[in-house]
């Protein structure tokens, strides 16, 4: 007999609707430990009933109780799934769990001072503007710092602040920055424009110590040209496309804001 059949009965699949919906699979002290969703609930199922290896075989051996729940859409099937890994964080679903991890960039512009602030935490920080929620911490951390490196050979910069209560958070504070950059930079964060590459690069290319350092300024330029493609350029669009007002985009809502962009672009 299956493993699936022996945990959850031989008719367990008959049950089950072949509308979309979600389904979750739950330990022996009644914790879900994974969520999926599905186009069609009865189809996939059977997947892991005939499951032999890999993910799908791990899963049904961790369970002991599988539940499902039907919705009217594919979209809400989506949104659904994404909400209950939020919410429980099943150890067996990685991606949408970690949603508070996801990274703003704040700015605040005061007289002859910029500050710039990189955290997971913006409720710390009332006083700055934000920009985001971006989804890799790597790929925006990198920018971030890239940034701060590119325009000390401009401004002066303070050391980094940081606090243990401003949990993986970082800020620095520049002086004396050329009066238009601020409003290029949080152009650039906004994914409105990219025109700071290029202020960048040619004051930079007028400046001696950068010049003589060219191999980092250039990795520099890279890392934001890369954080421009892959975080504030499809975020930017996401939120044109679905019509999202609230910005900057909450940590939670980042996600399903993009199930529901895909939507759209699908015919």
Known sequence: MKLFDRKFGREYLQSVPLGPGVYRFA????????????????????????????????????????S???????????????????????KLNVAGAFSYRYPLIGILTEEKTCTLCFTTTPEVFPSLRFHGAFRSREVTAEAFFALVRLLRFVGHASPFSREERKAYSYEITLRQLPQTWPAEIEAFLRGRSDALLQTLFHRLLEHAGARAKSE??????????????????????????????????????RDPLFVRARKEKTP
């Open 27 to 66: 330990n022996a002290e009644g914790r879900t430990i994974y969520v999926g969703k599905a186009k069609n609930l009865r189809r996939r199922l059977a997947q892991y009933r005939r499951a032999r290896k890999g993910k799908a075989r791990k899963i049904v051996q961790a369970a002991t109780s599988l």
């Open 68 to 90: 499902w729940e039907p919705l009217l859409s594919d979209l809400e099937a989506c949104l659904q799934e994404l909400r209950d890994i939020q919410k429980d964080r099943p």
């Open 216 to 253: 980092e300024v250039q990795e520099g330029l890279e890392a934001l040209a890369l954080f421009w493609r892959q975080e504030c350029l499809p975020l930017a669009e996401a939120i044109a496309l679905v019509g999202f007002e609230t910005y900057p985009v909450p940590q939670t809502e």
